[in-house]
């Protein structure tokens, strides 16, 4: 009988009668609305420019090529994707997002820029007549953003030439892509040479996530840090260093919040609300670039994690 019972059973599951409603890695494969990690690392990439051992380590296959911190929004029920950044890795980041959901009429429904440092929009120059010669790509923008594209060669020219459509984004307004997506961008303070700083909280119909590879430190937040992340489901947080003196020069000059400091800010937060926050945009120095380390294996047994290309999380 209980033989009988267990082939029953197999049959079931082999035709799908039996549920899978409540396997978070069923629900993960079938969710009609992902966010996909592109690219992890900062700006300037790894191997990092002028640092022979970097680039050997590549050549041997010991370290694997990280490419600059982007994510993909991939909407399956109103066959759109998006793209937030545009990094000088742009084109194999679409190539990446298409193979989730192949190109229709454009390569993709739009591009989201957080602020105007290098490997945050220079990829916008791959939609060009050198390059792809794009028609019309929607680009969203803060003001001081869109004016530094508008005014500014190359840039211009994009806009000129109708590569690009530009479009105004405002400070915690939510715009609507679809009746099951929104985008809210979130200012922060950073290094604005050439335009302000945002990140995005990107809403979908069943999860949030919150998107903030860049800031200068979480106390000079007019927010904390702590309640934005209590209300997302996912927090993709900038872990540009590990640690105070991980680079040879005043890290003053490049103030970003350390993973140490984001992981003391938690220190007293539940396990639940740790496990949301995903760490990203690592500098070249960060060991937390790769798995493996002692110092990310440690934080990792506390619930944090820490984004690798081709991740993929459910809205």
Partial sequence: ??????????????????????????????????????????????????????????????????????????????????????????????????????????????????????????????????????????????????????????????????????????????????TNLKVTPLLVPHRDEYSETVGFKIQGPEKSALFIPDINKWELWDRSIVEEVRKADYAFLDATFFKEGEIPRPMSEVPHPFITETVALFENEPERIRSRIIFIHFNHSNPALFDGSELTDSLKQLGYRFARRGDKFPL
């Fill in 1 to 178: 009988m209980k033989k009988g019972f267990q082939i029953l059973l197999n049959l079931f599951i082999l035709l799908g009668f039996v549920s899978c409603k409540d396997d978070p890695v069923a629900k993960r494969d079938t969710s009609d609305i992902n966010l996909f990690v592109l690219g992890v690392a900062q700006d300037a990439g790894y191997p990092h420019i002028n640092y022979d051992l970097e680039w050997q380590a590549e050549e041997f296959g010991e370290l694997e090529r990280q490419l600059v911190v982007s994510l993909g929004l991939v909407d399956r029920i109103s066959n759109q994707k998006y793209l937030f950044e545009a990094t000088p890795d742009m084109p194999e980041q679409l190539y990446l997002l298409n193979k989730e959901l192949p190109q229709s009429e454009q390569i993709v429904d739009g591009v989201f820029l957080t602020h105007a440092h290098m490997g945050h929009y220079t990829g916008l120059m791959h939609f060009g007549r050198e390059a792809m010669g794009a028609k019309n790509i929607p680009v969203y923008a803060m003001p001081r953003m869109e004016e530094f594209i508008r005014k500014n060669g190359p840039w211009t020219q994009l806009v000129e030439l109708n590569n690009i459509e530009l479009h105004s984004l405002k400070a915690d307004s939510a715009l609507s892509l679809s």
